[in-house]
């Protein structure tokens, strides 16, 4: 295994856990797919060097966790709406 590979590994360990606390704490995430995130972490570190993210403290990489996990969850809303609440949804989104 390659250094790259085992810092990514290290770092998608780090992010598995923090997901598990945040869904555990935050029903409003218990909607997410967990093995989607976990894919979506990945192909992040795909293009970004876990080296980045290694050297955070606990509650920093949480931070930067939780703003995917919230924009996940923003793509995911859409989906569950009926047609009257994603009119209503995009008229707030658009200021109207």
């Not at 703003?67 to 949804?89: C, G, H, K, S, Y």
Request: glycine share 2%; charged share 35%; proline share 4%.
């Amino acid at each position: 295994m390659t250094q790259a590979s085992t810092e990514k590994n290290t770092v998608l360990k780090r992010i598995s856990a923090i997901i598990d606390r945040v869904m555990e704490r935050e029903s409003i995430y218990q909607e997410l797919d967990r093995d989607e995130l976990m894919e979506t972490f990945s192909k992040i570190l795909d293009r970004v060097s876990p080296q980045i993210l290694l050297p955070l403290n606990d509650e920093r990489l949480k931070k930067r966790v939780r703003r995917v996990m919230a924009t996940e969850l923003l793509w995911t809303t859409p989906n569950d709406l009926t047609p009257e609440e994603i009119e209503m949804f995009n008229t707030v989104v658009e200021g109207r």
